[in-house]
Protein backbone atom coordinates (compact mmCIF):
# COMPACT_ATOMS: atom_id res chain seq x y z
CA UNK A 1 0.00 0.00 0.00
CA UNK A 2 1.28 3.61 -0.90
CA UNK A 3 1.88 6.16 1.64
CA UNK A 4 2.12 9.73 2.08
CA UNK A 5 2.01 12.05 -1.17
CA UNK A 6 2.24 8.52 -3.48
CA UNK A 7 -1.22 7.70 -2.45
CA UNK A 8 -3.79 8.95 -4.39
CA UNK A 9 -6.56 6.94 -3.51
CA UNK A 10 -6.24 7.52 0.42
CA UNK A 11 -9.04 10.25 0.51
CA UNK A 12 -11.19 7.83 -1.25
CA UNK A 13 -10.33 4.89 0.98
CA UNK A 14 -11.09 7.50 3.95
CA UNK A 15 -14.84 8.04 2.59
CA UNK A 16 -15.70 4.01 2.03
CA UNK A 17 -13.85 3.61 5.33
CA UNK A 18 -16.48 5.81 6.50
CA UNK A 19 -19.54 4.49 4.87
CA UNK A 20 -18.38 0.95 6.25
CA UNK A 21 -18.50 2.49 9.75
CA UNK A 22 -21.50 4.22 9.50
CA UNK A 23 -22.93 0.64 8.46
CA UNK A 24 -21.37 -1.02 11.48
CA UNK A 25 -21.75 1.71 14.28
CA UNK A 26 -23.95 4.02 12.75
CA UNK A 27 -23.08 7.77 12.70
CA UNK A 28 -23.30 8.23 16.36
CA UNK A 29 -20.23 5.49 16.42
CA UNK A 30 -17.87 7.72 14.01
CA UNK A 31 -14.87 9.18 15.01
CA UNK A 32 -11.28 10.08 13.28
CA UNK A 33 -9.83 7.64 14.69
CA UNK A 34 -11.62 4.80 13.66
CA UNK A 35 -11.99 6.00 10.68
CA UNK A 36 -8.41 6.12 10.05
CA UNK A 37 -7.98 2.62 11.34
CA UNK A 38 -10.57 1.12 9.02
CA UNK A 39 -9.17 3.01 6.38
CA UNK A 40 -5.18 2.05 7.06
CA UNK A 41 -4.12 5.76 6.98
CA UNK A 42 -2.48 7.65 9.64
CA UNK A 43 -4.95 10.09 11.73
CA UNK A 44 -3.41 13.26 10.60
CA UNK A 45 -5.04 12.36 7.34
CA UNK A 46 -7.99 12.98 8.53
CA UNK A 47 -7.75 16.39 8.81
CA UNK A 48 -5.54 16.75 6.04
CA UNK A 49 -8.54 15.47 3.31
CA UNK A 50 -11.73 16.53 5.51
CA UNK A 51 -12.10 19.90 7.25
CA UNK A 52 -13.95 18.00 10.05
CA UNK A 53 -16.57 14.74 10.52
CA UNK A 54 -19.55 17.62 8.96
CA UNK A 55 -17.25 17.42 5.70
CA UNK A 56 -15.80 13.80 6.26
CA UNK A 57 -19.96 12.54 6.09
CA UNK A 58 -21.05 15.14 3.57
CA UNK A 59 -18.66 13.75 1.06
CA UNK A 60 -19.51 10.23 2.55
CA UNK A 61 -23.24 10.99 2.03
CA UNK A 62 -23.24 12.21 -1.13
CA UNK A 63 -21.15 8.96 -2.85
CA UNK A 64 -23.52 7.13 -1.10
CA UNK A 65 -26.71 9.53 -2.89
CA UNK A 66 -24.86 9.29 -5.85
CA UNK A 67 -25.41 5.48 -6.03
CA UNK A 68 -29.13 5.62 -5.04
CA UNK A 69 -29.18 7.93 -7.59
CA UNK A 70 -28.13 5.83 -10.47
CA UNK A 71 -30.27 2.97 -9.06
CA UNK A 72 -33.28 5.57 -10.33
CA UNK A 73 -32.08 6.41 -13.02
CA UNK A 74 -31.13 2.44 -14.35
CA UNK A 75 -34.87 1.59 -12.84
CA UNK A 76 -36.83 4.26 -14.04
CA UNK A 77 -34.90 6.10 -17.21
CA UNK A 78 -36.26 4.06 -19.63
CA UNK A 79 -39.71 4.15 -19.18
CA UNK A 80 -41.51 6.34 -22.02
CA UNK A 81 -45.00 5.55 -21.62
CA UNK A 82 -47.41 5.70 -18.26
CA UNK A 83 -47.65 1.65 -18.18
CA UNK A 84 -43.72 1.32 -18.20
CA UNK A 85 -43.35 4.35 -15.69
CA UNK A 86 -45.50 2.57 -13.17
CA UNK A 87 -43.89 -1.19 -13.92
CA UNK A 88 -40.29 0.59 -13.38
CA UNK A 89 -41.59 2.04 -9.95
CA UNK A 90 -42.96 -1.22 -8.30
CA UNK A 91 -39.86 -2.89 -9.72
CA UNK A 92 -37.90 0.02 -8.16
CA UNK A 93 -40.12 -0.05 -4.44
CA UNK A 94 -39.53 -4.32 -5.10
CA UNK A 95 -35.90 -3.77 -5.72
CA UNK A 96 -35.51 -1.21 -2.90
CA UNK A 97 -37.31 -3.30 -0.20
CA UNK A 98 -35.26 -6.58 -0.94
CA UNK A 99 -32.15 -4.88 -1.34
CA UNK A 100 -29.08 -5.38 0.81
CA UNK A 101 -28.83 -4.03 4.45
CA UNK A 102 -25.96 -2.07 3.42
CA UNK A 103 -27.86 0.39 1.85
CA UNK A 104 -30.93 0.44 3.77
CA UNK A 105 -28.76 1.35 6.91
CA UNK A 106 -26.98 3.82 5.02
CA UNK A 107 -30.36 5.18 3.61
CA UNK A 108 -31.91 5.02 7.40
CA UNK A 109 -28.34 6.90 9.01
CA UNK A 110 -29.01 9.64 6.14
CA UNK A 111 -32.25 10.01 6.67
CA UNK A 112 -31.62 10.41 10.64
CA UNK A 113 -28.81 12.99 10.01
CA UNK A 114 -30.98 15.25 7.77
CA UNK A 115 -33.69 15.40 10.52
CA UNK A 116 -31.11 16.43 12.44
CA UNK A 117 -29.29 18.93 10.87
CA UNK A 118 -30.31 20.90 7.97
CA UNK A 119 -27.04 20.71 5.69
CA UNK A 120 -27.77 17.37 5.09
CA UNK A 121 -31.50 17.12 4.09
CA UNK A 122 -30.56 18.38 0.21
CA UNK A 123 -28.93 14.54 -0.24
CA UNK A 124 -32.14 13.55 0.79
CA UNK A 125 -34.21 15.10 -2.26
Known amino acids: MATGRTDPERRDRIIDAALDLIVDEGVAGMSHRKV ?15 AGM ?20 DRLGAATTPDEARTAV ?30 YRELTR
Open 54 to 73: DDLLQEAFTRFSNTIIAVFE
Open 36 to 50: AARAGVPLGSMTYHF
Open 90 to 119: ADLVHHLSGGNQRELILTHELYTLAARKPA
